[in-house]
């Protein structure tokens, strides 16, 4: 059953929570007796996003897609109080209104944030030497590259990268949802792949760790990232007028608002509905990713592994 929800917590309160150099005001939602921390997307975006909004192609934002909510009556009040007396109208001149506008949850502008900031900071190799690295590429003697997201500790490979040894690696393999799942898929769009082969809601992953097993001794595994990244389209040209309308990054509400006492709401965090994933990718682009010529020799070498970036479409 559904949550019942008495929002705001108190008639007009609000919170401040610093995030990098800015503050984003934090209003509060009840449900089922719990108070819940909500942002505003619009004001969220006004700073705190702004800049990797206005520089970072839609593909990136397709790798996430967060929950929002309608605001209610009690909440546009709040939000408009900020915005106006609190905040000297920096979140815009437009009202907020119930039904129209949206808030998420803290917890996932925070997740948002990091995951951009990630996403632009390698756009323009601003990489840090000897930092644990949230996601990347492994090179496995210089001949193949397969993308990974580093999760409790381990970095973890997607499975569907080794044709061959697929049953093998499903032991002890785990699922990569949400947040850690939006990482491989931010690095699949920097490898070239088609959306299609990464349709699912989770990625079958094992360790970097089971992966080597899988070679002899000798093997040579590195961090990797290509140099020539930022000359793809995955960064919007400065020059550029192109504008996306607020809420690219969020998964638009269905509800429409409820009386202030009973709003039904579900405490479960949204992901992308798509159909099931393909075991095999064979798409990629030439940004000093290994030639086909050296795939084709790894191939040969290691006829338990069959590497994704075998042809061009």
Known sequence: MAGVISVPAKKGAFSWKAIARYHI?????????EELKFVSVRMAETQLL??????????????????????????????????????????GKDTFYAGKDYIVRLEDVLELYTFLEVCYNKMLNKITAGRKEKCGFINIDSKAVVPYCLADGHKYIPIFYFEGATEYLKDGAVELKEWNFAYLKFCYKVQGLKNELYTSESCTVTTLDVIKSCYPPETHFEEYWPAKVIETNLLINRKSTHAYPSGVWIKAALEVPAPESTIPHSLTASAPVMPQSMPVVTNTFQNEWPSKQMLEDIRNALPQTKNVLSKRD
Do not use: M, W
């Open 50 to 91: 702004s800049k990797y909004i206005q520089n970072l192609h839609e593909d990136v934002f397709n790798c996430i897609s967060v929950r929002s909510h309608f605001i209610t009556e009690s909440e546009a009040n709040v939000l408009n109080e900020i915005n106006i007396i609190h905040a000297d109208s920096i979140y």
């Open 25 to 33: 005001p934090v209003i509060i939602r009840v449900i089922n007796g």
